[in-house]
């Protein structure tokens, strides 16, 4: 019984001590790199909500801009303006105001006029 148990601890000390030389070697296993991926997800929310938010920021102090109906989304350094503005100059000005702000690499303008109304 002692030896099966032996056996055992040897095979996972064997299988642990390889999967942690192939992490540190960059050998690349399936698991490291869905682990590597998966740490890499979690962090960009984080750098993607404060592009976001310098973005909004950025908008928010042009004269005579409102920002109150725009929508700013980043990812990876892609930004996408949604929303409305109320004039056609505002949706050119979004745009170019956007890619000033450092960390933004492209700028997707999906910005329309607002209309007003129900209808």
Same mark, same amino acid.
């Given at each position: 019984?002692?030896?099966?148990?032996? =056996?055992?601890?040897?095979?996972? +000390?064997?299988?642990?001590?390889?999967?942690?030389?192939? @992490?540190?070697?960059?050998? #690349?296993?399936?698991?490291?790199?869905? $682990?590597?991926?998966?740490? *890499?997800?979690?962090?960009?929310?984080?750098?993607?909500?404060?592009? $976001?938010?310098?973005?909004?920021?950025?908008?928010?102090?042009?004269? #005579?801009?409102? @920002? *109150?109906? !725009?929508?700013?989304?980043?990812?990876?350094?892609? @930004?996408?303006? *949604?929303?409305? +503005? =109320?004039?056609?100059?505002?949706?050119?000005?979004?745009?170019?105001?956007?890619?000033?702000?450092?960390?933004?690499?492209? !700028? @997707?303008?999906?910005?329309?006029?607002? =209309?007003?109304?129900?209808?």
């Amino acid at each position: 019984m002692n030896r099966k148990r032996d =056996h055992g601890l040897l095979a996972a +000390v064997c299988m642990t001590t390889a999967f942690s030389a192939c @992490v540190q070697t960059g050998g #690349g296993t399936l698991n490291a790199d869905a $682990s590597l991926a998966t740490a *890499s997800r979690r962090a960009a929310p984080q750098s993607d909500s404060s592009l $976001s938010t310098a973005v909004r920021q950025a908008l928010d102090k042009a004269p #005579g801009f409102n @920002v *109150s109906g !725009v929508f700013v989304r980043a990812r990876d350094g892609a @930004v996408i303006l *949604s929303g409305t +503005v =109320h004039s056609a100059d505002q949706i050119r000005q979004a745009e170019q105001i956007a890619r000033t702000v450092p960390g933004v690499l492209v !700028v @997707v303008n999906k910005l329309t006029l607002w =209309h007003g109304g129900n209808g």
